[in-house]
Structure formats: C-alpha cells, structure tokens
C-alpha cells in the first residue's frame, strides 16, 4: 500500500496558476500509475491526468485539457500538476490516486480502478 499526500491547493483569481504535489511512500515509485482526480461540491469525482510512472505515458481529461500538465519527480517521489488560466469551475478538491502497475491507456481515467488515495488538496479560483 502506498500514502499520499497531497500539496498546493489554495485560492487564485481567474487566470492564475497553481501548482499541486503528490508525494507517494510505502512503495517503489519507479512502477505504476498516478493520476488527478477533482470533486466539486455537489459533482462527482472527475479524472484531470494521469501518467504511467515507467514510460511517462500521460493522458489527460477532457475537463482541464491544455491547461495542465502532469509530471513526475522520482527524486522526490512526487507527481505535480501544473495548472494553468484557471476558472472559476475549476474550484475542487483535487485527489491524488496510485494504482501499483501500469494501466492500459484507455483505463487510466477510471477512478474505480485506483487502489490508494489521498485526501485532497481543495482549490478555490475567485476573485
């Protein structure tokens, strides 16, 4: 099993940028798949990105597609979102989730399919 915790979250004005950290432990980071999840109040839990840690093979939601970017750092053993012109829609709670091998592209948006979680990172875009 793998902890993580999220980082990042806080208020922007529209148009500004945030930068959220998932540092993972308890396992390997070299293998797998992390991926962004994001819950508004009211709304189901929505994929944003998620990369396979051995191939850097990325895919992204349709949600904040070419506003974000995800990366890794498996000398921090973290995965950042960069994220980029933000709205007002975009205030969530953004959740961290590792699935320890890779997933098929296809299935790398799936929330279900995530084994370990983190507990959220809130991010509220106003003016």
């Known amino acids: 099993q793998v902890q993580l915790v999220e980082s990042g979250g806080g208020v922007v004005r529209p148009g500004g940028s945030l930068r959220l950290s998932c540092s993972a432990s308890?396992?390997?980071?070299?293998?797998?798949?992390m991926a962004w999840f994001r819950q508004a109040p009211g709304k189901e839990r929505t994929f944003v990105a998620g990369?396979?840690?051995?191939?850097?093979?990325?895919v992204y939601g349709d949600s904040m597609r070419c506003r974000v970017t995800i990366s890794r750092d498996n000398a921090e053993n973290a995965v950042q979102l960069q994220m980029n012109s933000l709205k007002p829609a975009d205030t969530a709670v953004y959740f961290c989730a590792a699935y320890p091998r890779n997933l098929r592209v296809g299935s790398i948006g799936s929330s279900t399919i995530y084994t370990d979680w983190g507990q959220g990172t809130k991010v509220t875009v106003s003016s």
């Open positions: 990369i396979r840690l051995s191939d850097r093979n990325i």
């Open positions: 308890g396992r390997t980071f070299s293998s797998g798949t």
